[in-house]
């Protein structure tokens, strides 16, 4: 056997897969620290750039170093089978002389620096998965409803995954996990629309809205001002102040309030998907004793209890859209009046715009288009001497009526306000009276109450129906609705068409 030639090892990275291979990752590593110095410059975010930037080029980085061996392998496997083959000679660079030390040292510094820039990019890349870019952007059209949302709520400068994962590797993961199923629901197009709520393994409030808030800290009480307008002619304004019992800090002496729930361990049982039915609710003492109310109306037997996921209750039951919450048109139009984005002289405005903002439409472009053709077409045609005297005003109001549509209907994804129930009061949706209707009673014969000064007091009420200078001590109801007003619960006459109170679902829309 011949004696194999010793060549110098970096002539086996003079072939084309190994070139190709360098030239790669210098490309990739170039490229991502030109996009890191643009964006701390410019500071741009964009949720595509950032994914190929973050994903993309770090494996280009990888897969280059991959290549660049595996030419100099092949190539030192062929040269060991026959020694003559020619290797090509290494171009004449500065440091080829006494080479082999200084090039050593120039490959072992490449390395650093790819290793460098790919941890960069790798920290960069997981910072962006928590954004709410990444959250928010990158599967628009699924997530474009709760976007939107959020970004008019209260939360809008709190992330996503703050209230969506919290901290801790374990819900990381997990969270990881889940999204990749959700990518995958995305790419194959079989998300579900509306995507369905709640959220069943939403991490309990303890570790995300307790990070912020501090029950400890609920004290006293809210004046809170209702503010409406009548669906009639002078868009007649009703005003409710109210003080709002928002006390029963856990712990402290004085415990009454709305967050006493809080403070106990409150368990209930609910028997449809969207937890708006609840026949039971269990109620822990700290001396260990459990008092059951059970639901007069829909009762419900231990086995069946017994069957039923406990859930124990948290800030979610009650705030279960603190981040997207889809307003109902009246709402939205209320607020549009009082920020004197509505003008309230023009006549049945309040009307109108809550029966074109409540019409099906296919697109958001086809309703945007419908709701001023209708508005413009309504003043002309009963009118008429306004369109030019108020020309301005009809202008914005239908500009007003557009921005509340995009901001509370997705007919992509099939969203509208009354899809999302909220728990907060009892107007439009059971609320605070899935369990506090008066007809839930424990063994003792002791009802959760429903008493109307339990949770607010009224402060002073105007409305068409109360005498100017009144002064009333409990709501008076806009319509003499006798004493359903006690008997029956509001979401009853008031919950949305096509939605089922006692039930919890949406048929139709
Ligand atoms: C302040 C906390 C908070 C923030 C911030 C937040 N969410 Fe949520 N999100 C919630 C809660 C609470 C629910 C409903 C939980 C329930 O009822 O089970 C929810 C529900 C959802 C749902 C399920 C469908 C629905 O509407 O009920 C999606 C999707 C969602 N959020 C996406 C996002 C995205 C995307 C962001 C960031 C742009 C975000 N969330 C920010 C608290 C938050
Ligand atoms: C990262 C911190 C953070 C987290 C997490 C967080 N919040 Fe908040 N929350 C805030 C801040 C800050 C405000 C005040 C916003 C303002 O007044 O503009 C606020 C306001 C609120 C309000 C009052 C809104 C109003 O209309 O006055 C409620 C209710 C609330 N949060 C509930 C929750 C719930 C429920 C969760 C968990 C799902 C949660 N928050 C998670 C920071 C947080
Ligand atoms: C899952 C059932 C349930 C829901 C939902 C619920 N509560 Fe309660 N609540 C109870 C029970 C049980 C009690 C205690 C009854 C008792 O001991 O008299 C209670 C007591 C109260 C009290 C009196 C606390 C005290 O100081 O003694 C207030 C105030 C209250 N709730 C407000 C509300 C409000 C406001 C809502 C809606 C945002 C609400 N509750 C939703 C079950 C519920
Ligand atoms: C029984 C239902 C219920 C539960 C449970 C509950 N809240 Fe509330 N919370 C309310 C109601 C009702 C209000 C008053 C809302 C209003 O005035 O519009 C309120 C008000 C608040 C406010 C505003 C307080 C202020 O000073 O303006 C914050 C913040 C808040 N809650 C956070 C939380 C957090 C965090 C939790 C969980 C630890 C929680 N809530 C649990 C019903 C509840
Ligand atoms: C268990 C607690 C609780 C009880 C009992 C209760 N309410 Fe309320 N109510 C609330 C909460 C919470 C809100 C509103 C929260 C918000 O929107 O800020 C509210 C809001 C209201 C509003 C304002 C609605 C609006 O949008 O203008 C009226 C009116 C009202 N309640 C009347 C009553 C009457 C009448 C009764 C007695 C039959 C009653 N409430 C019993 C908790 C309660
Ligand atoms: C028997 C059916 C019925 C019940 C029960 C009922 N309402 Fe009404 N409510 C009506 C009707 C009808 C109107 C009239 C619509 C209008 O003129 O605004 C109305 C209007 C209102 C308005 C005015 C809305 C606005 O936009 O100005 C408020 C506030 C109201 N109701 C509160 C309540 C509350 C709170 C309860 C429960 C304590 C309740 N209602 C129970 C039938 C009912």
Redesign the pocket.
Known sequence: MEPIKRVSAEKYYMNVISLLGMLLSAISAIVIVLFLALQAFRGFENPYLEIVTFFLLPGGILFGGVMTYFGAWRTRIKHRRNPNVELPPLPRLDFNDPSKLRLTAFFALVTVVFFAVIGVASIKGFEFTESTVFCGEVCHVPMEPEHVAWQGS??AR?RCV??HVGSGLDYYVKAKINGTRQLYSVLTGTYPTPIPTPVHNLRP?RG??E???WPEKFISARHKIFSHNAPNEENAKRELQMLIKIGGTPGAPNTSGIHWHIGKEVSYVATDEKRQVIPYVAVKHSNGTIDEYVSTEKPITKEEVAKHEKRVMD??DC?NR?AHSYNPPSDELDHGFEAHRLDPSLPYLKKIASELLEKPYKSNEEAVASIDKEIQAYYAKNYPALVTSKAASIKQASEEVQRIYSRNYFPKMKVVWSAYPTNMGHFYFPGCFRCHDGKHKNAAGKIISKDCNLCHSVLSQTQENIPKGTQVKDFVHPVDIGDEMKKTNCSECHAPAGIDVTGGEVKKH
């Open positions: 209260p939360h709190v703050e209230c409030a995300t809205c990070r912020c808030h800030c979610i705030h603190p």
